[in-house]
Antibody, heavy 116, light 108 residues
């Protein structure tokens, strides 16, 4: 059975960094790209980008360049999202999602709260 | 890429049908048959309901159907049930992905 398990909630101050994890199981990790999606409180889904799990090559969507970093550790089937120089506007739930044709599995989401 | 345009809300009574539209451009929805629809209940992760405009993943009831005309894709839910009350998002995935703003479905 496919599972994507994300790390827990984080409370950070403005200017700090956070690194979220997304551990996959139940399938071959390098078969499908790992996508990242942001959902601010009371708002819709925003596509942040994706990382090729075979090559490690990241692709960032508009608005998510510079402070956002996707990475992998394929030895433990885990994808990471690091956000640097956090701002209040980064407060959101961050989802990882492994997607390919009919294969569509999402993590439970990680809540990041940025507050002084 | 700009977000796809969806109505903020739709509603219907149990047993009725509702249709949610998703308007893009000829650079995304209009030019590729790569539109998916997600259902999201409060506090939950999105769930895939339709992919490639019209296809249903295994386990999704045939009450859910998708279509496309020009730059507008649509999700139709027939035989509305209470549990269908949720937010629905369209997504175009030609090259990159872009989501619609979301539509809140209320079952009256």
């Amino acid at each position: 059975q496919v599972h994507l398990v994300q790390s827990g909630s984080e409370l950070k101050k403005p200017g700090a960094s956070v690194k979220l994890s997304c551990k996959a199981s139940g399938y071959t990790f390098t078969t499908y790209a790992m996508n990242w999606v942001r959902q601010a409180p009371g708002h819709g889904l925003e596509f942040m980008g994706w990382i090729n799990t075979g090559t490690g090559n990241p692709t960032y969507a508009q608005g998510f360049t510079g402070r956002f970093v996707f990475s992998l550790d394929t030895s433990v089937s885990t994808a990471y999202l690091q956000i640097n120089s956090l701002k209040a506007g980064d407060t959101a739930v961050y989802y990882c999602a492994s997607i390919g044709a009919t294969f569509d599995h999402w993590g439970q989401g990680s809540l990041v709260t940025v507050s002084s | 890429q700009s977000a796809l345009t969806q109505p903020r809300s739709v509603s219907g009574s149990p047993g009725q049908s509702v249709t949610i539209s998703c308007t893009g451009t000829n650079s995304d929805v209009g030019n590729y048959n790569y539109v998916s629809w997600y259902q999201q209940h409060p506090g939950k992760a999105p769930k895939l309901m339709i992919f490639d405009v019209t296809k249903r993943p295994s386990g999704v009831p045939d009450r859910f159907s998708g279509s496309k005309s020009g730059n507008t894709a649509s999700l139709t839910i027939s035989g509305l049930q209470a549990d269908d009350e949720a937010d629905y998002y369209c997504c175009s995935y030609a090259g990159s992905r872009v989501f619609g703003g979301g539509t809140k479905l209320t079952v009256l």
